[in-house]
Nanobody, 121 residues
Framework: QVHLVESGGGSVQTGGSLRLSCAAS????????MAWFRQAPGKEREGVAL???????NYADSVKGRFTISKDNAKNTFYLQMNSLKPEDTAMYYC???????????????WGQGTQVTVSS
């Protein structure tokens, strides 16, 4: 059974940094796309960053140049390094895994419980 567990959220001021981690277990192979999504109150869930099994990455325009997704296969963990944070980055952040990379959250069958990121001005 696949489990994803996020950690690393918190509260920072504008311009600060946070690193989110997602520990994965239960996968039978590494051919998954791993992703970070976020959802702010009253807004739809949106994709933030994707990393494929070939380590190719994609980012939402709103976070390009500020966020970096990476993974450590030896630790079965992937990360989201968030720099230059802005108040509009405030949201619940979720890690997810699915058979292929997509910006559509419905494509991902496995989800973590979420971790809150709050950026104050």
């Amino acid at each position: 059974q696949v489990h994803l567990v996020e950690s690393g959220g918190g509260s920072v001021q504008t311009g600060g940094s946070l690193r989110l981690s997602c520990a994965a277990s239960g996968f039978t192979n590494r051919r998954y796309c791993m992703a970070w999504f976020r959802q702010a109150p009253g807004k739809e869930r949106e994709g933030v960053a994707l990393i494929g099994s070939d380590l190719s990455t994609n980012y939402a325009d709103s976070v390009k140049g500020r966020f970096t997704i990476s993974k450590d296969n030896a630790k079965n963990t992937f990360y989201l390094q968030m720099n230059s944070l802005k108040p509009e980055d405030t949201a619940m952040y979720y890690c997810a895994a699915g058979p292929r990379c997509s910006w559509r959250w419905a494509e991902f069958g496995y989800w973590g419980q979420g971790t809150q990121v709050t950026v104050s001005s």
